[in-house]
């Protein structure tokens, strides 16, 4: 039994069976066949391997190195032994894990892309599927209030609907478990952002931070109400939540951090890499926990992927 087994072993046998004595069962180790990435920025990998927060080197040279840093959808596949191609520096000849997340990306785009692909591929209990969305859709909400477009009270009706509508999404993909096995992850929580600084000093509003919590929470209460409460076929990992706690100022040594209000990159997204941070960055993109204004850093995916990974192998999917 490897350590990941040792360690959830208790967890899982004390979830399904009340306790390990005298139970004859064995639950098996879920293992997917394929891996299917969507969602927005967060979860890309571009055809070159750079991704949207702080991209690595190869050491001593200038050539990305896409296996470092790893976005989160990136992490479980690692697990399952399974390749991206658009990150495939060992020249796997079976990738598996397939990448449908688009930069820009709203939940309907999401949900277009999801049903391309269910035109020409079946969902089936050894898909896993992996989608993290709605932080602009939160930005777009957030974006029409600034404008007067909307009221407050409406860009939060706004954003708890299309929360709902990634939820509806999630229950199709999982089918009631004749479908795909599904890791939805909750999008990084903005009012925590150096955007959302950036917003309060421009407009001279300090509610704009709060709103920008008000709008991902609100989103994020959608999404989690709407989804089917069966973790046989769907797990959940609260980037939102992780947002919280990694902001806290009492934690950072703890979470190795050692900037939480500040973004690490100098060039926009997806060009930063080691060598284009600020000087407190260190040449690191785990120190800080933004990549820019908006999007977090490699740490929070890293911790992001972890969280599924476990969820995915925890669950009895």
């Known amino acids: 039994m490897n350590v990941l087994k040792f360690l959830l072993a208790p967890a899982l046998c004390a979830a399904l069976l009340g306790g390990c004595g005298g139970s004859s069962s064995r639950v098996e180790d879920y293992v997917p066949t394929r891996l299917v990435a969507f969602g927005d920025e967060l979860s890309l990998i571009n055809a070159d391997g750079s991704k949207y927060s702080v991209n690595a080197f190869k050491p001593n040279t200038a050539v990305l190195d896409c296996v470092n840093y790893p976005v989160w ?8 032994g399974m390749v991206f191609a658009e990150c495939n520096q060992a020249a796997v000849a079976t990738t598996a894990a397939v990448m449908k997340a688009a ?7 999401v949900a277009a892309a999801v049903a391309a692909y269910q035109a020409t591929t079946v969902f089936t209990p050894q898909t896993l599927v992996t989608v993290m ?3 602009n859709d939160i930005l777009a909400a957030y974006a029409a209030y600034d404008a ?3 009221t407050r009270a409406a860009a939060k009706t706004q954003a708890a609907a299309v929360g709902k509508t990634l939820g509806a999404l999630v229950n199709r993909v999982a089918n009631l478990g004749s479908g795909a096995r599904v890791l939805y992850a909750t999008p990084p929580n903005l009012g925590y952002s150096p955007y959302a600084a950036t917003e309060v000093a421009r407009t001279g509003d300090a509610d704009r931070a709060a709103l920008l919590r008000e709008l991902t929470l609100v989103f994020v209460e959608g999404l989690r109400t709407e989804v089917l409460n069966d973790g046989r076929y769907a797990a959940l ?3 939102d939540e ?3 706690s990694l902001s806290d100022l009492t934690r950072m040594t703890a979470n190795l951090l050692t900037n939480i209000t500040d973004a690490a990159c100098t060039t926009a997204l997806p060009a930063c890499t080691t060598a284009t941070l600020v000087s407190g960055a260190a040449g690191s993109g785990t120190t800080y926990l933004w990549a820019d204004a908006q999007h977090p850093s490699a740490l929070f995916q890293s911790r992001v992927g972890a969280a599924a990974f476990n969820r995915a192998r925890n669950n009895p999917f």
């Open 103 to 109: 930069a820009g990306a709203k939940v309907a785009d």
């Open 237 to 239: 990992i609260t980037g």
């Open 73 to 80: 959808p990136q992490v479980v596949a690692s697990g399952f």
């Open 133 to 135: 969305a709605g932080q």
């Open 148 to 150: 007067g477009t909307l």
């Open 242 to 244: 992780l947002t919280i």
